[in-house]
C-alpha cells in the first residue's frame, strides 16, 4: 500500500472511527514490511499513537452512549458464558 504524504492528511481530531482504523492499519503494514529511515518511521509511529488515542476516545464515546441508553438492563458477556 502505497505511503501517504504528511501534507495530505487530515487532522487526526478530522477523521471518522473508520478512517483512523483504516490509516492505523496502513501505517502498520508500512512499519511491518519496509525498512524505513529512521526519521520516517518515526513520524509514522507518531501518527499511529495519535490515531490510537482518537480511536480509544472513540471507542469509550460509544461504550458510554450504550451504557446512558441501556442503563440497568445492560447484560455482560462475561454473565451469559454459562
Known sequence: MPKQKSTTQKPVEELT????VAELESIVEVLESEQNPL???MK???RGQELIKKC???LESAQLKIQ???GDSLISFEEDSE
Do not use: M
Not at 472511527?17 to 483512523?20: S, W
Open 17 to 20: 472511527y473508520e478512517e483512523a
Open 56 to 58: 480509544g476516545a472513540s
Open 68 to 70: 446512558k441508553l441501556a
Open 44 to 46: 509514522l509511529f507518531e
Open 39 to 41: 526519521e520516517e518511521a
